[in-house]
């Protein structure tokens, strides 16, 4: 099945959110909410001083997917340090998820403020809703085959009151069963510093 992957950001996701809200925290997920295979990675990335959570994640912020009393930890494959203050971790469920079922994320130990941080705005509801998933029949084994070299569609550097938004464009086009994830390295050409 081909898959075509339009718009991802250069090692960060939703880079220009954070920054155009000024925000001292924050944490997103990819993908948002839908549909997940039954052994389907996730990604979780903190901003700025949710950026601990991150590097403690199933240390002092064990980190699960739970679905009608259903506990899936999720174990953290790798964490990757950004530049302006994100973090990024890749997950993935230590089990099969229970196919059919809707699966809330969670994590233990945040504080009442952090908490709220794990929901996503429903544009059609007007409200925050818990970041969930909905479990498709099947696993993924299949490695992704990219069909073409990286195409570089647009590039953008916006400077806000409290930082940049740095953003990248590619077009990718990939055949595989799920969302096709791609790592990324930024270069700072002055300085030489890498980050994925």
Known sequence: MMKIILSFLVGVILTGQAFARCSSHGIWTYPKNGILKQNSW????GYATSQKIINSLNQD???????????????VK????????LTQAILEPNEKL????TYFLKIDNLDKDEKTLLTIWNSE???NEPI??????????????????????????IHYGCGPAVKADFKIRAKDESDVLVKTELVDLE?????T
């Open 78 to 85: 790798n964490v990757y340090k950004g530049q302006y203050q």
């Open 61 to 75: 912020y064990p980190v699960y997917l739970e679905s009608e009393g259903h506990k899936v930890k999720l174990n």
């Open 132 to 157: 969930t998933w909905k479990i498709d029949g099947g696993t993924d084994t299949e490695t992704p085959v990219l069909k073409n070299q990286p195409e570089l569609v647009d590039k953008s550097f």
């Open 42 to 45: 996730i990604i979780v990335e």
């Open 98 to 101: 229970i196919a059919g079922r």
């Open 125 to 127: 509801t007007n409200k």
């Open 191 to 195: 300085s030489g510093e890498s980050t």
